[in-house]
């Protein structure tokens, strides 16, 4: 089992940035690709972003491609997600991810292990 806590959600103004974090513990940190995903209200849950378990290379959706930015501190089991430029757009409840089966980099959902609970980001205009 992986435990996962996301953290540092809140109100900000359209242009505004946020960083999010997400806690991990139970396994193997290093072993887990981490996703990040966002759910708003009405709408399906959508991948953000991907960072792979071995060479922590990254893949973004191009709705967020150049704005966010998906890093990882191994060490601390800790994934980050740096938003900047943020839009009312972004405004949706952020997730993340583990992945362990060391493939590919997932984009759909239903490829992951576990999930956090989630963290609340609301852009204003």
């Known amino acids: 089992q992986v435990q996962l806590v996301e953290s540092g959600g809140g109100l900000v103004q359209a242009g505004g940035s946020l960083r999010l974090s997400c806690a991990a513990s139970?396994?193997?940190?290093?072993?887990?690709?981490m996703g990040w995903f966002r759910q708003a209200p009405g709408k399906e849950r959508e991948f953000v972003g991907v960072i792979s378990w071995e060479r922590g290379s990254t893949r973004y959706a191009d709705s967020v491609k150049g704005r966010f930015t998906i890093s990882r501190d191994n060490a601390k089991n800790t994934v980050y997600l740096q938003m900047n430029s943020l839009k009312p757009e972004d405004t949706a409840l952020y997730y993340c991810?583990?992945?362990?089966?060391?493939?590919?980099?997932?984009?759909?959902?239903?490829?992951?292990?576990?999930w956090g609970q989630g963290t609340q980001v609301t852009v204003s205009s």
């Open positions: 991810a583990a992945d362990g089966s060391k493939t590919f980099m997932r984009v759909a959902a239903w490829g992951y292990d576990y």
């Open positions: 139970g396994r193997t940190f290093s072993d887990y690709t």
